[in-house]
């Protein structure tokens, strides 16, 4: 069932282009493409991922996000934020394979990018979207290596590589991982030994586990607004006794430059 994209109409690329983001971005991606986060394994991160890559790639271009997922996380949570910003974020609701297939192709069309946030199963609806989309991302979760989940994951990615002659690229990076801990290398290994032998990339960015992500879905934001915030104030009060050496950045500035860093390797990806 696909729902809202009658709403998508009033969503003409002026209305929607470059809404302003502090992260300034050497890489402007190659527009008209659709970008897909996807995992069979639940809880990885697909939607907080997807939600912020709407975000970034605002910065260049209209983007649409398509919740695919009947959870509906990501369609909520950017009306919340439409709500609490008085704007029209572009975004619609398609839940079922047959919708995808014939829908994603027109909004390729009509925004410069197209965000898709898959389910955690549903096999026909990720087979749907990986037919389309022109890259595919999966997030890992560090110490938590449900092999077999990610292998069928894996496996149905490079099945449609193959029928697409190499479409979709794809990419995986490791999401909501502990810093300098012994299991984020061995999930480093371990996603290097899945990825042997196929056409998909782990990306270098590593986004930390962090508790401003998952407070910005209850809070009406995101972490780019967050960051902004954060550091327009700092700006304007800046603290009287610096201490010498090194100030600690706040959590969200560093989530902020995670995401930044993340986005640009898979505009680079979609731009190569
Ligand atoms: N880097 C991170 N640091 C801390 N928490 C995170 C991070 N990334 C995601 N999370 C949290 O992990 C939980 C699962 O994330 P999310 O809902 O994005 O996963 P999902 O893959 O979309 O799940 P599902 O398969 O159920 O749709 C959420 O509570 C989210 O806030
Ligand atoms: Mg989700």
């Known amino acids: 069932m696909q729902e809202n994209l009658s709403s998508i109409a009033e969503f003409t690329p002026s209305s929607t282009s470059c809404q302003e983001h502090p992260s300034p971005s050497e890489i402007r991606p190659n527009r008209h493409q659709i970008?897909?986060?996807v995992s069979q394994k639940g809880g990885v991160g697909k939607t907080t991922t997807a939600t912020h890559a709407r975000e970034w790639f605002s910065t260049f271009g209209s983007a649409c996000l398509v919740d695919a997922d009947a959870q509906r996380s990501s369609s909520r949570w950017i009306a919340s934020m439409s709500a609490a910003k008085k704007i029209s974020i572009p975004m619609t609701v398609i839940g079922d394979a047959h919708t995808l297939l014939k829908e994603l192709p027109k909004l390729r069309e009509q925004f410069d990018y197209t965000i898709v946030d898959a389910p955690g199963s549903l096999e026909d609806v990720s087979r749907a979207i990986l037919s389309r989309c022109d890259v595919v991302v999966v997030p890992y979760l560090s110490g938590h290596l449900d092999i077999d989940s990610n292998k069928k994951t894996l496996e149905m990615i490079e099945i449609a590589q193959d029928i697409r002659g190499g479409m979709p690229k794809a990419a995986i990076f490791i999401n909501r991982a502990e810093e300098g801990t012994i299991l984020l290398n061995e999930t480093k290994q371990a996603v290097d030994r899945d990825l042997s032998n196929t056409r998909i990339v782990?990306?270098?960015?590593?986004?930390h586990k962090r508790q401003c992500i998952i407070d910005v879905p209850g809070q009406r934001t995101n972490i780019f607004d967050t960051a902004a915030e954060i550091e327009s104030r700092r700006r304007l009060q800046p603290s009287p006794k610096k201490k010498q050496g090194k100030t600690k950045l706040p959590a969200?500035?560093?989530?902020?430059?995670?995401?930044?860093?993340l986005f640009k390797e898979i505009a680079r990806i979609m731009n190569a």
């Open 252 to 261: 969200e500035v560093l989530a902020r430059n995670e995401y930044d860093a």
């Open 35 to 37: 970008v897909a986060f």
């Open 202 to 207: 782990r990306l270098k960015t590593i986004v």
